[in-house]
């Protein structure tokens, strides 16, 4: 089995569906379910003996070291994070917490299990830590897309948490040998994103009738990924990566908020066309996000190159699939935006606790 970490989250959750589509292996799904977690996502998993959750802390160390070696994993594929940068930007303990201490946590969990594996199960072990292009830092309009040799930059709590966290991994591999993989990805979308990220946050207010709120002059260019095109390179990469390496991971698609905004609001007028005017007119310039990272774009010819990974998806078709599924999801939705799922999750869970 695979042993998964913070696979209850948007681009975790993503993963296990679609590990569990191709293939026979079973997933131990391991995540504390903050905020961000959401066992809602993966109701087409009930009763399917081959997903198991647990809920747990990745900074609990004796307790995922005690599901490794009950369960015996081939590989640890690591997504818990806290991930949202304004969330880091208000409040930016809990993200040293779970990203540092925690991926530190886990590594040593994992550290411990894996020198107790014979030599074959050692040798094909694989710890896979999902980070972030934004540890680069920010270009310029003119600069060359990031690669895996760019100097890290991080500039935001979220993205130095994040580059500390790949930094111990890369250290694991070169003082313990533990085999590690890194993958640095831009940013993505697609079903289960939370409202709190801007594609999922345009789509629910405009169709609620709020605000669409634009940090600063809306310039800001991103790079856009649509999530299945993240798992299957993910799932390429602990196939065939090389252990201590870093791939970097993107859609060749780099766009401007305002313009992806803009895109949204014309999708919408034509699937649920407003009474009078259209969704644009809701847009509303507010304050820029402080120290915030005016351009991402990523250069993945290496993960094209030497494992033949390359997305399936446009962003026309990836953001149709995201439009059509939020139109018809609008109930998870409701129930992200009200709480009503974490108040859920405490009652199923309360008496659950520590049961694997
Ligand atoms: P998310 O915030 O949607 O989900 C995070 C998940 O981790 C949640 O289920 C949460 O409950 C769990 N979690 C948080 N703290 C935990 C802890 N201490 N112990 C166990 N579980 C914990 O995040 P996401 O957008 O799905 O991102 C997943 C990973 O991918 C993160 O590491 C993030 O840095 C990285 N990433 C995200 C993007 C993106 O565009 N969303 C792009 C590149 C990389
Ligand atoms: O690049 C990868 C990163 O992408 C991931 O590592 C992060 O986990 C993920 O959250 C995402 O970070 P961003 O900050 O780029 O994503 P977000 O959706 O928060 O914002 C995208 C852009 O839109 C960014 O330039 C800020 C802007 N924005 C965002 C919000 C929430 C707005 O203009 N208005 C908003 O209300």
Redesign the pocket.
């Known amino acids: 089995m695979i042993f998964v ?2 696979g ?5 959750s993503n993963f296990v569906l679609d590990w569990l589509a191709q293939s026979q292996e079973p997933v131990l799904n ?5 905020y ?2 959401n066992l809602k996502n993966l109701a087409a998993l009930d009763g399917d003996a081959r997903h198991l959750f647990v809920r ?4 609990d160390k004796d307790k995922v070291l005690a599901l490794l070696r009950q369960h015996r994993p081939r590989a640890i594929v690591h ?6 940068v304004d969330r880091s930007i208000l409040g930016p303990g809990a993200f040293i917490e ?1 990203n540092v201490n ?1 991926t530190f946590s886990l590594l040593e969990a994992a550290r411990a299990y894996w020198g107790e594996l014979d030599a074959e199960a050692k040798a094909a072990f694989r710890f896979l830590h ?4 934004e540890v680069y830092g920010t270009l310029g309009p003119e600069d060359p897309p990031f690669s895996e040799t760019t100097a890290y930059a991080p500039n935001s709590p979220y993205s130095a948490s ?1 580059a500390a966290s790949d930094h111990l991994v890369r250290a694991y591999h070169h003082t313990y040998g533990l085999p590690v993989l890194t993958t640095n ?4 979308y697609g079903p289960y994103h ?1 409202p709190e ?1 801007l594609i999922p946050l345009i789509i629910s207010n405009a169709l609620a009738g709020k605000p669409l709120p634009i940090y600063g002059d809306g310039q800001q260019v991103r790079d856009w990924l649509y999530v299945s095109d993240h798992c299957a390179a993910i799932r390429r990469v602990l196939d065939a990566g090389r252990p201590g390496e870093t791939y970097n991971v993107g859609g060749w698609n780099e766009m401007a908020n305002l313009d992806v905004v803009h895109i949204l609001c014309d999708m919408l007028d034509r699937a649920r066309p407003k009474a009078a005017g259209s969704y644009r007119d809701q847009i509303t310039f507010v304050q820029d996000r402080p120290g915030h990272d005016r351009r991402y774009a990523i250069d993945a010819r290496k993960l094209e190159r030497e494992l033949g990974w390359k997305p399936a998806e446009t962003f026309e078709s990836g953001i149709a699939k995201t439009v059509d599924w939020y139109l018809t999801h609008q109930a998870w939705v409701d129930d992200v935006r009200s709480g009503a799922y974490l108040t859920w999750m405490e009652q199923n869970y309360a008496h659950r606790e520590g049961n694997a």
């Open positions: 970490t913070g209850a989250g948007f681009i975790g391991y995540d504390k379910l903050t961000a977690g747990g802390d990745i900074c997504f818990a994070a806290e991930s949202h779970t925690g999902v980070s972030t292009d994040k990805c831009s940013n993505n939370f990220k």
